[in-house]
């Protein structure tokens, strides 16, 4: 019988309690403090564990409640809890509005993001969802709907940590971009010496919005047949479509705002990442990559590549014979690299001369932005000769990089 939701979280609670004993004991076994990066990692993995324990217990009282209620109903009626649910799911908002909206309408995907799912989208790495407006207030906390869902479920690159900010509108909104922090002097100072002075750099950068959209029509005849399915296949259609235009926006907004390059592979290595045999080539590349990126940023850092150069790196080793890439322990987590979590995204440039193939950060200095969230609309005018209705969905998006030190990137050579 497969585990719980429950019981998941507990193991995988278990297993961060182990890594952060591992951390606790090298410090002591070496007679040594943690290292800064050790700390960092140290704290994040004690909050986690805390966070899942919380949901896990949380769970449990639901899951307990839900069988509570699935006896009662059976016991009853004769029938299961969801077998009575059936029609009215199928007679829900969303299926009711489908199949008999009038012309006009617009179904709104807007909901609020809870605070259970805002933490666990920090605790696991993936994009979180805010709202800003123009003026500075605040509108709706977030842009989580059925198609939202859709949309970052099909882009890898949005589950990377991606900041993503929901506005009321599209106009043009300037954000802050620090390019040099005031730092200490490297001297020390004496009583009454004057203390030096230093500045933060600050400038601005526009965020913008452009609209994107596609129209789906389809024969009425499903929509009048209680068994199809209808939200399910909208939603999935529309919210991969939408999703993959966000991501494209983002993937270009990253590829023009991260352009710190963090490793070079040597000269004639332009496909791939050279010979694993040889120092500086193979996984040594990606190490350097690593080891680029500041401690502090590297705390909730994820690699991110396109397919082709992901299948590259999965036939590297370690020095040991290991592979570098590792598989996921826990379903639905990302599979990693060095430790971090490592996404799929298919807008990112291929091995080839000239190229950022591999990017590695904390993505949460990647602005995506989506102005009013998801439109979608029907009308039963637009294909009436076919008699079609046609379901349409708009997104207003764009994205920015905030902090070109964040997320860096491995490039290959000119030759």
């Not at 601005?204 to 939200?231: I, W």
């Amino acid at each position: 019988m497969a585990a719980s939701l429950a019981d998941q979280l507990m193991e995988r609670r278990a297993a961060l309690i182990t890594k952060v004993s591992d951390i606790a004991q090298k410090g002591v076994t070496e007679g040594r403090d943690l290292t800064v990066e050790e700390q960092t990692s140290f704290d994040q993995m004690v909050s986690e564990a805390d966070a899942l324990l919380t949901r896990a217990k949380a769970i449990k009282d639901g899951e307990d409640a839900a069988h509570d209620l699935e006896e009662s109903v059976r016991s009853a009626t004769g029938g299961s809890l969801r077998e009575k649910r059936g029609e009215q799911e199928r007679a829900g908002k969303l299926g009711t509005w489908m199949r008999s909206s009038r012309v006009g309408e617009v179904f709104d995907v807007a909901p609020v993001l809870g605070s259970e799912r805002r933490a666990a989208n920090r605790a696991t790495g993936r994009s979180e969802q805010r709202a800003m407006s123009a003026t500075g207030g605040v509108d709706q906390d977030g842009v989580y709907g059925q198609l939202w869902e859709y949309a970052v479920a099909s882009s890898q690159i949005l589950q990377a940590g991606v900041d993503i900010i929901n506005t009321a509108d599209g106009s043009t909104l300037p954000f802050p971009v620090v390019t040099a922090h005031a730092a200490t002097d490297n001297t020390a100072l004496n009583p009454s010496d004057t203390i030096v002075e230093s500045e933060s750099t600050i400038t601005t950068v526009d965020s913008t919005v452009a609209k994107y959209a596609f129209l789906s029509l389809v024969p009425t005849e499903l929509l009048q047949d209680a068994t199809f399915d209808v939200e399910g296949y909208i939603s999935r259609n529309a919210g991969r479509q939408l999703g993959n235009r966000v991501s494209t926006v983002a993937s270009s907004a990253a590829v023009a705002g991260f352009t710190t390059a963090g490793a070079t592979a040597p000269t004639g290595v332009t496909t791939n990442l050279g010979s694993q045999s040889t120092i500086g080539q193979g996984s040594d590349l990606l190490i350097d990559l690593f080891h680029s990126v500041l401690p502090s940023y590297r705390a909730t850092a994820a690699f991110t590549m396109a397919d082709t150069t992901a299948a590259i790196v999965r036939k590297l080793k370690t020095s040991t014979g290991e592979p570098v890439w590792q598989a996921a322990l826990t379903a639905g987590d990302p599979d990693t690299i060095l430790g971090k979590g490592v996404y799929i995204d298919p807008n990112l440039p291929t091995p080839a001369a000239s190229k950022k193939i591999i990017y590695f950060g904390d993505w949460s200095a990647l602005k995506v932005r989506i102005a009013g969230g998801l439109r979608f609309e029907r009308s039963a005018d637009y294909a009436f000769g076919k008699d079609q209705v046609a379901f349409r969905a708009i997104v207003r998006c764009g994205a920015v990089a905030l902090d070109a030190n964040a997320v860096k990137y491995l490039a290959t050579p000119a030759s």
